[in-house]
Every structure is written in C-alpha cells, then in structure tokens.
C-alpha cells in the first residue's frame, strides 16, 4: 500500500467574493520512501495540495491517508498532533523566530511535543550537525545565510523523526549554489532517515533529481 494516498480531493476556496476552484478529485499516491517532485505553473495549487497532506487545511471533498492514518476524518486537536509527530513542513521563507536562536527554532517542536527543555536542545544540535551547521546554533536567524536559514528549517521540520516530509518550494529564494546545497541535504536526510518526501519546485534541474515528477496542469 502507497505511504500517502490522496483521493478525489476537491478544494475550492469561499472565503472571496468570487469562489476559486483550485482542483477536483484530484489523485495521488506516493510510495514509502519516494522521493516525489511537484511542479507545475503559479497558481495551479502546488502548495494547496501540500497543506491538504499535510494537515494545515482541509479539503471541501476526498480522502486523505498517510500511513494508515486518516487525515481527513482528524479533528482539530487530532491534526495539530498528526502535524507535529508525523510531518515536517519546510516553507519558501524560513519563517524561523528571529528572537530565538537556530537551536532554540530547532527545539521549538519538541517543546510543543512536550520533550524536556533540555532534551529538545540537545536532539536540535543533532539535528543542527547533520544540516551541516553544528557551530550555528547560537546564532539568531539574521546572522546567517538564506541557505542556512533554509537548513535551520530543514533541521526544525525534522526534529520530531517525522516520516512524511513536506516542502514548499524550499530553495525558491536561494541562489543555484545554496539550492543545490540545501537540495543535497535534503536528499541525505531523506534517504538516511526513510523519509517519504513531497517537495514542490519550480527548479526543473532540482525536480529531475528526485524519485518521480508529478506535474499538476490546468484541468479540462
Ligand atoms: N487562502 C486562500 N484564499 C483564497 N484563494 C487562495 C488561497 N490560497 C490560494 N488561493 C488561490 O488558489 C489558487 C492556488 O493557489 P496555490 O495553491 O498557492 O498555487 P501554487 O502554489 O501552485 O502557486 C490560486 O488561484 C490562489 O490565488
Ligand atoms: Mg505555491
């Protein structure tokens, strides 16, 4: 059985004056330890694919299933577990806290999950090395880099050893040299740790070198 299974999924957002219909009954199945690529044009609904899999919104019709969960049928608390046990999500913008440290965004979901204090900090400077950024971890997110605020996300996302690792166009603002950095990292993590990862770019190089491509296009 696939590791997400996404079927007939609608979404059509009401929250405007005019509805927009961003697809209907849309499939999708990614295999456990697939590596997939999500391309396709602007507003085509890339990212609202990924925050339907990944609980951040919910579809108006459809069936959602990660590893033998349910997502669709979760209530609210049910998500907000779901996301911070089972799935990392990297945006196109970091979106670390700039109060707190790399190491402190790092920790931040295992706070949320209830890990000790110092059992968060401890598994974020492991995950801090293994982004490549183990001397980092006490800098703030505007003393470093793009490519290493992307990483620090990267590290953050994966924190909690979820399976399901989700990405929005994560290297959408870097220069081709910090993508193909943060994309080698990301493909490390994703093999070393038996991630299923879905990872939405416009990079046709980036997308080439993942698993499988699937390209969304306008329907009818
Ligand atoms: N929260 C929202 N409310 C209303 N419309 C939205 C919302 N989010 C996205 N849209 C619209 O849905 C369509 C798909 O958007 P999106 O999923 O962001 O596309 P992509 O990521 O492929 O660029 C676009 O037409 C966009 O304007
Ligand atoms: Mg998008």
New binding site residues.
């Given amino acids: 059985m696939p590791f997400l299974q996404a079927r007939d999924l609608s979404k059509t957002?009401r929250?405007?004056e005019v509805p927009?219909q961003?697809f209907e009954n849309l499939n999708l199945e990614v295999e456990r330890g697939e590596m997939l690529a999500v391309v396709?044009?602007?507003?085509?609904?890339?990212?609202?694919?990924?925050?339907l899999i990944g609980g951040l919104d919910r579809p108006d019709s459809g069936t959602i299933r990660v590893d033998d969960r349910e997502v669709t049928t979760m209530s609210t608390d049910e998500l907000a577990r779901f996301r911070n046990r089972h799935v990392g999500f990297v945006f196109q913008f970091h979106h670390l806290l700039p109060e707190f440290t790399a190491a402190e965004n790092v920790a931040m979901p295992g706070w949320i999950g209830r890990i000790s204090r110092e059992g968060a900090l401890k598994k974020a400077a492991e995950m801090l090395a293994e982004l490549g950024l183990e001397a980092r971890g006490r800098h703030f997110p505007n003393q470093l880099s793009g490519g290493e605020q992307q990483r620090v996300a990267i590290a953050r996302a994966l924190l909690t050893d979820p399976k399901l690792f989700l990405a929005?166009?994560p290297t959408g603002n870097l220069d081709l040299q910090a993508s193909a950095r943060v994309f080698d990292l990301m493909r490390e993590c994703h093999s070393k740790r038996g991630l299923t990862s879905v990872i939405?770019t416009h990079n046709p190089d980036l997308a080439s070198r993942c698993d499988r491509v699937f390209e969304?296009k306008k329907q009818r």
């Fill in positions: 957002y929250n405007a927009v961003v396709g044009p602007s507003g085509i609904g890339k990212s609202t694919l990924l925050h929005d166009e939405v969304m």
